[in-house]
């Protein structure tokens, strides 16, 4: 049980590390590769404000990087009702790739969205995801 919980903390710790102190140009890297997360929102993303769609593009990025399946992370805005979910649902090996099966959930004050989508990483370390 110890163990289990020290697992637990050991991700959070790691997911929080990534977040403030992964270097400027991997996560502009992670970011133009999770670009297509965002364009497979379609409308929603369009109300979203750039700092809510960067919210969500950095909780897929900690969840395919540190989380085990039917683990989730959520994410909040600094100036809106809007919040939403990443979880991941499975995970494969697919043509000698790690690939991961997300769940992403984008609520605001008038719709809520859901997007199921493969994110698999690449021979440089760069998540690209597909339907």
């Keep these: ?40 929102f379609n409308k929603m993303f369009d109300r979203l404000s750039e700092g809510d769609q960067r919210k969500h593009t950095q909780a897929v990025l900690t969840a395919v990087a540190n989380l085990d ?20 649902v499975a995970t494969s090996q697919l043509s000698g790739k790690l ?11 008038k719709s809520r969205e859901n997007k199921e989508y493969w994110g698999c990483m690449g021979s440089d370390g760069t998540w690209n995801f597909f339907r």
Excluded at 69 to 88: A, C, K, P, Q
Excluded at 101 to 109: A, F, K, N
Aim: glycine share 6%; proline share 1%.
């Design 1 to 40: 049980m110890f163990a289990k919980k020290g697992m637990v903390v050991g991700k959070l710790l790691t997911a929080a590390a990534l977040i403030v102190s992964t270097p400027a140009e991997a996560q502009l890297r992670w970011s133009e590769s999770a670009y297509s997360i965002i364009n497979s």
């Design 99 to 109: 690939c991961r099966r997300v769940y992403s959930t984008v609520i605001t004050e």
């Design 69 to 88: 399946n039917g683990e989730f992370v959520r994410w909040y805005s600094d100036d809106s009702y809007n919040h939403g979910i990443v979880e991941i």
